[in-house]
């Protein structure tokens, strides 16, 4: 282990947690936690590295842990889980930026069996647990589950990428206005420049240009909109969707960046012209958050198979550790609705250098881009 932030330290932390309740507690629908709705956890897996796979086992019938690491098994009691995870929790509200814990900390973590910040699955899941739930008396092995943190930073849900820009044609630009666009920065707090989206996208409007959605980018290998084939087979009309929500955030019409109040708003704009707004434009959100959850990106061909088959878990603020099954996928697309929202991501080259007036073939161009993180109601 060497240094990460708050977020990708609460996985290790997370993980000891488990491992020192020995449970782990369901939320309903809305993310609330009942104290008697909770499952009982038998093992947890973890793929630390392609060959290196740890295994911690809690019998219900002692207090200890037993780690097996290959052919190695070593036992440690429950209070050593405990102890880590109430120290690493400390550490972890303390750090700032990207940091490294303390040594005596970081050589116990280690005497676990957690050698690394982030597990090495190529799949969306960070542990697997065999549970058991006390209400049915049933088993069920290996559940994925990945981890979410809202130590820090709110953990993404769908992330941008240079393929989910939106790109626009723009009538009425010229090569000076092109200039005078690409010319507009900002200085934040640290002195640093940067690009600000929405005072670029405002001076287009106050000039007189108009922006018409072209679709996203081509993909270099693949040469085609590999996140509009994607969006396709969950609803073709999700393009207008993203379209109509950027305008409206960017040009302030709509007011919040949460996606319930984002979506009422591309309800009452209506740009696929439906005749129950509401309802299909709702269903049509929740379908796209459910299928990012479970594996959907913008730069790799989707089938439309999940590679999800527990949920999440997630970290709130104060350490407390809480799972959400993803098969129950009403509630669970619900809960994704009701805390995600739409933020803009920093304006880099890998996430496609968007918001700035380029020149291509005689035509004049301008991309937007988003991406969708959590952004959990604590009532």
């Known amino acids: 282990m060497d240094k990460a932030n708050k977020g990708e330290w609460s996985e290790i932390y997370c993980i000891l947690r488990i ?3 020995r449970k782990i507690y369901i939320a309903d629908g809305s993310g609330k936690k009942h104290s008697e709705d909770c499952l009982n956890v038998l093992e947890l897996m973890r793929k630390e590295a392609a060959e290196r796979v740890v295994r911690y086992h809690c019998s219900p019938l002692t207090t200890e842990v037993t780690i097996t690491v290959d052919s190695y098994t070593e036992t440690l009691p429950v209070s050593t889980f405990l102890k880590l995870a109430d120290t690493m929790l400390l550490e972890i509200k303390k750090g700032k930026g990207t940091f490294a814990l303390s040594e005596s900390l970081q050589r116990e973590i280690n005497e676990t069996g957690l050698q690394s910040v982030k597990a090495a699955s190529r799949d969306k899941n960070d542990v697997y647990l065999t549970i058991l739930d006390p209400r049915s008396g049933v088993t069920r092995k290996n559940i994925g589950f990945s981890i979410k943190s809202e130590i820090g930073k709110a953990p993404t849900l769908f992330n941008t990428g240079t393929n989910s820009a939106l790109v626009y044609e723009l009538d009425g630009m010229t090569p000076e206005l092109m200039d005078e666009i690409n010319s507009i920065f900002e200085v934040d ?12 996208f405002q001076a287009l409007a106050n000039n007189g240009v108009k922006l018409t959605f072209a679709g996203f980018p081509i993909h270099k290998r693949k040469k085609i909109q ?3 084939e994607n969006l396709e087979i969950l609803n073709p009309r999700l393009p207008l969707y993203f379209d109509t929500a950027l305008r409206g955030l960017l040009s302030q019409a709509c007011p919040s960046r949460d996606v319930p109040t984002v979506t009422d708003y591309v309800s009452q704009i209506n740009p696929a012209h439906v005749k129950r707004p509401h309802e299909v434009y709702e269903y049509m959100i929740k379908s796209f958050l459910y299928a990012a959850y479970c594996g959907l990106t913008a730069g790799t061909l989707w089938n439309g198979k999940s590679n999800v088959n527990g949920g999440f878990i997630r970290v709130a603020a104060d350490g407390e550790v809480l799972a959400f099954y993803a098969l129950e996928s009403d509630s669970f697309k619900q809960y994704l609705f009701d805390n995600s929202l739409i933020d803009l991501p920093a304006t880099d080259k890998s996430h496609g250098n968007y918001a700035e007036v380029y020149e291509e073939n005689g035509k004049y161009y301008f991309r937007l881009n988003f991406q969708i993180r959590y952004s959990v ?3």
């Open 189 to 200: 707090s640290s002195g640093e420049k940067f690009v600000p989206v929405m005072t670029r």
């Open 377 to 379: 109601k604590n009532t």
């Open 226 to 228: 590999v996140f509009c």
């Open 19 to 21: 491992l020192a309740e």
